[in-house]
């Protein structure tokens, strides 16, 4: 019983984790996300925001994203993604 529980205790603290993460990367607070430099089609944009909710550490985060285009359908990334042999090709 007591993997059992430490199981689950785990697969609360993942849920936390990813949830807390989403909520960090998502813009659905209205914060701008800023591009840095000029391309076009790959580009770095970042955005901050105080993080100030219970359990939280207070401060400020500042979340960082890159992307680039592939002349790739998102079903073939996926899949190739998901293939854990395939990843480095």
């Keep these: 019983a007591n993997s059992v529980e430490a ?37 770095v944009r970042i955005t901050t925001r105080k993080s100030t909710g219970p359990g939280q550490p207070h401060g400020v985060i500042l979340c960082g994203v890159s992307s680039t285009w592939l002349p790739f359908s998102h079903l073939q990334v996926f899949e190739l993604l998901r293939c854990e042999k395939r990843r480095s090709q």
Excluded: E, K
């Design 7 to 43: 199981r689950r205790s785990i697969m609360h603290l993942a849920g936390r984790m990813v949830r807390l993460f989403s909520i960090s990367i998502s813009s659905a607070g209205g914060q701008a996300w800023t591009a840095l430099g000029s391309a076009v089609d790959d580009s």
